[in-house]
């Protein structure tokens, strides 16, 4: 007794200041996996916002409070103002006053057919009161070049967006939105689509990811991946398989719903103010040629090609929808909560 009571000591403190043993669940590939998709699931249960997007009713989990979203966008929208302030068109340019009636159209006709009763988390979207758009006498402009809605707008509620296009100087045939209501549409875009319509198709798109809360639901998906590529590199040590896969899997497909989504959400909203919805089909697939409209690249873009963009606004049931939008609005009777 006495010799298994000394070792016992000695031992112990042989194994003094070594790092214990990791638990066992680590030691085993299924409990990694368990603990990393149960942590996934947990964070998104505890801090995901469960919502309804209009127009699609597709439900979705966002991470993300309206408020925070709203902080992002504006801090990158001031980056990106001093970054491109010289290429930044001034406000009575006839590009920039072009694009801001264009979107303040698109705008009106979202504030038009959100209901506030059927979907309060969207309600913000609203806070533009019909009719106050960048009147002269209480216009706000940061330099000049932005253009943001009117001063009791942006008073009427905290959590309103202040919706703001910029308009700059680049060849490039792109746009694009930031959270909570900022539009940049490059000079490029504006070269490439010649009429009113073929720029409400776009200014309708990039709206349609706002209202969608894209930029949002995409930080979300991104979580996913990450949990997903800790599992992954559990069975795969090459960094760049479990890259290919993950991209392949989940954020390229994912990318290719949402900008078919905001296509479609985009043509109602034209529609609704007015422009012929049957152009944005024609939009497509004239920028799908742009990049040639490969189809075996799509697998790997994050957008999908032209042709497939048109095909799907082109189908009846939703180019009849839109087309009851375009009337009505044609004929003077702009359609209350159509959604």
């Not at 703001?164 to 539009?183: R, T």
């Not at 479609?264 to 944005?280: H, N, V």
């Not at 089909?281 to 742009?290: A, M, N, S």
């Amino acid at each position: 007794m006495f010799g298994v009571f000394i070792e016992a000591p000695a031992s112990y403190n042989a194994d003094r200041g070594r790092p214990p043993p990791p638990p066992r669940w680590f030691q085993n590939p299924r409990g990694v996996l368990t603990v990393a998709a149960g942590t996934g699931v947990l964070i998104t249960a505890y801090y995901g916002i469960s919502e309804t997007i209009p127009y699609t009713n597709r439900n979705h989990f966002v991470l993300l409070p309206r408020n925070m979203e709203k902080e992002i966008g504006e801090a990158e929208f001031e980056e990106l103002k001093e970054t491109l302030k010289e290429k930044i068109l001034p406000e009575k340019h006839p590009h920039s006053v072009r694009v801001r009636l264009i979107t303040n159209e698109i705008v009106k006709a979202l504030q038009r057919g959100l209901s506030r009763e059927r979907a309060p988390w969207y309600a913000a979207l609203m806070e533009i009161p019909p009719g106050k758009w960048w009147r002269k006498d209480d216009e706000i402009v940061v330099d000049k070049r932005v253009h943001r809605i009117p001063k009791e707008a942006q008073e009427h509620g905290s959590s309103g967006l202040e919706w703001e296009v910029l308009v700059v100087s680049e060849p490039d045939v792109n746009a694009f939105c930031l959270p909570a209501g900022k539009i940049v549409v490059f000079t490029g875009m504006l070269q490439f689509l010649k009429t009113d319509a073929e720029i409400a198709t776009i200014i309708g798109h990039e709206v349609g990811h706002v209202v969608a809360r894209h930029a949002v639901e995409g930080i979300t998906i991104h979580l996913w991946v990450v949990i997903l590529k800790s599992i992954l590199k559990l069975f795969i040590t090459m960094p760049n398989v479990v890259h290919a896969i993950s991209n392949l899997l989940i954020t390229l497909p994912f990318s290719r719903r949402m900008e078919m989504e905001a296509d479609y959400i985009g043509m109602l909203l034209m529609a609704s103010a007015g422009y012929d919805p049957r152009i944005a089909p024609k939009v497509y697939e004239k920028l799908g040629k742009i990049d040639m409209d490969w189809t075996e690249k799509y697998y790997f873009s994050t957008h999908p090609y032209g042709k497939m963009r048109a095909q799907l606004l082109s189908q009846a049931k939703v180019m009849e929808e839109a087309m009851t939008l375009y009337w009505e609005a044609r004929a003077g009777r702009g359609i209350q909560g159509f959604l």
